[in-house]
């Protein structure tokens, strides 16, 4: 992305330098040029230094300099990442009663998403949905959209123009666990739609600086067999990421072992289709054994914890402990409209919660602190989706 002035950060930051720390530097400017790159980091460093000691050190004229200093109270913090969240349910956000996941998507989900084939009404609720993420911090967000084309390619559009690093995703699915009136008529027909997003987002941002397609099986039971291998063979070709759930809700892995009883598990049907690689992410993952979560491992899968939504629609507590120390990647996700909020700050409280209740299961290992949840929403996040080095 293409700035139009360097910039100038003084006062005091916080980042997260590893999954249990946080580093605190007070008095500090950052130093970004006009690509969004960071060139330099200065402590002890005043208004006076940064203007007319390390600016001339770095070939900056003032007048090329926008300088933006905290106020007192405030510090700087990297943005967040959403690593799992349905732009097209925007608009049902805490929206869940008391429904589980299954009946959840046929009486909220799959209509509101349907409707979104008008193009006025998609303009309206992507605008909404990227300006209000934005406002809580989310400068990266993994999207799922719709099955509809032109409205997806159109979150696309949106995200550009409005500045947010995103990953975008027609949704796939075309088994009869859809309603007629939303689904791909065909696996041919959802493969073609597929491609032509990514050529979309081609033209767009050729060189991807924040437009990134990403294939969108939806999950395992909204998808045929031929679906999921044409994927994992369009993945093959293209190294696009993959993003999808698994093992959310103990109905909905009761369905998969029904569709798919020739694979060991939940899991296995992703990987028996090409589908399971180091570049997939797994949203969910609340009830994995012990067998898939080594699978993950092996083929460097990684995972998107969605606390909100987990707690929301009740499908569970996600370990999140356990499978770090199995050595899985995992970042947060806010999954709305599954999950109420579009904050990863309330993501990061609730991951928070979730493992105290986990702990309270009788592991009191599984107690996440609060270095290691903002490591989760920030760092764990670019890890996940594959950005760390890049942002």
Same mark, same amino acid.
């Given at each position: ?43 002890? *460093? ?7 000691t390390? *600016? ?9 300099v926008?300088? %933006? ?6 510090? /700087? ?12 349910? /925007?608009?049902?956000a ?5 429904t ?21 009404k ?9 300006q ?25 559009d949106?995200c ?6 995103? /990953? ?22 959802? =493969?073609?739609?597929?491609r032509?997003?990514?050529?979309? *987002? ?20 909204? *998808? ?6 044409? =994927?994992?063979?369009?993945? %093959? ?22 569709? /798919? ?9 992703y ?23 080594q ?5 460097k ?17 996600? %370990? ?8 899985v ?9 599954g ?24 592991d ?28």
């Amino acid at each position: 992305m293409s700035h139009t002035m360097k910039s100038v950060f003084l006062g005091s930051f916080i980042h997260s330098k590893r999954l249990d720390e946080l580093e605190y530097l007070h008095d500090t400017a950052v130093f970004v040029d006009e690509k969004g790159v960071i060139v330099a980091i200065e402590k002890d *460093c005043d208004l006076k230094n940064a203007e007319e000691t390390i *600016c001339p050190k770095l070939g900056w004229s003032r007048s090329d300099v926008t300088i %933006r200093t905290a106020e007192p109270g405030q510090f /700087f913090f990297p943005g967040f990442i959403d690593t799992h969240i349905h732009a097209s349910q /925007f608009p049902n956000a805490g929206i869940f009663g008391k429904t589980t996941l299954l009946d959840w998507l046929n009486t909220y989900t799959f209509p509101m998403e349907a409707s979104l084939s008008s193009l006025p009404k998609a303009r309206q609720v992507y605008t909404r949905c990227i300006q209000r993420t934005l406002s809580h911090g989310t400068t990266t967000a993994s999207y799922y959209a719709t099955t509809a084309v032109a409205s997806t390619n159109l979150l696309a559009d949106i995200c550009l123009s409005l500045g947010q690093r995103a /990953f975008i995703g027609r949704c796939c699915m075309d088994t009869t666990l859809s309603p007629s009136y939303y689904r791909d008529a065909s696996p041919a027909s959802a =493969l073609a739609d597929t491609r032509a997003t990514i050529a979309h *987002c081609a033209s767009i941002d050729p060189s991807r600086a924040l437009i990134t397609p990403i294939l969108t099986p939806r999950f395992a039971p909204s *998808c045929s067999s031929e679906l999921m291998h044409g =994927l994992g063979a369009l993945h %093959r070709e293209t190294n696009l990421p993959i993003q999808t759930h698994v093992s959310e809700n103990t109905s909905e892995i009761a369905l998969v072992a029904e569709m /798919f009883p020739a694979s060991r598990h939940y899991t296995g049907v992703y990987d028996d289709h090409g589908l399971l690689t180091e570049k997939t992410v797994l949203a969910h993952a609340v009830h994995l054994g012990e067998d898939e979560v080594q699978l993950i491992v092996a083929r460097k899968a990684k995972i998107s914890h969605c606390p909100a939504s987990n707690s929301a629609i009740t499908s569970g507590t996600a %370990r999140v402990r356990w499978l770090l120390d199995r050595g899985v990647e995992v970042g947060l996700g806010t999954d709305m409209s599954g999950g109420y909020s579009p904050s990863i700050l309330e993501a990061v409280r609730q991951a928070s919660l979730v493992s105290r209740h986990v702990a309270m299961g009788g592991d009191e290992k599984a107690k996440l602190s609060i270095e290691e949840v903002l490591y989760l929403g920030t760092k764990g996040g670019a890890r996940v989706l594959g950005l760390d080095g890049k942002i």
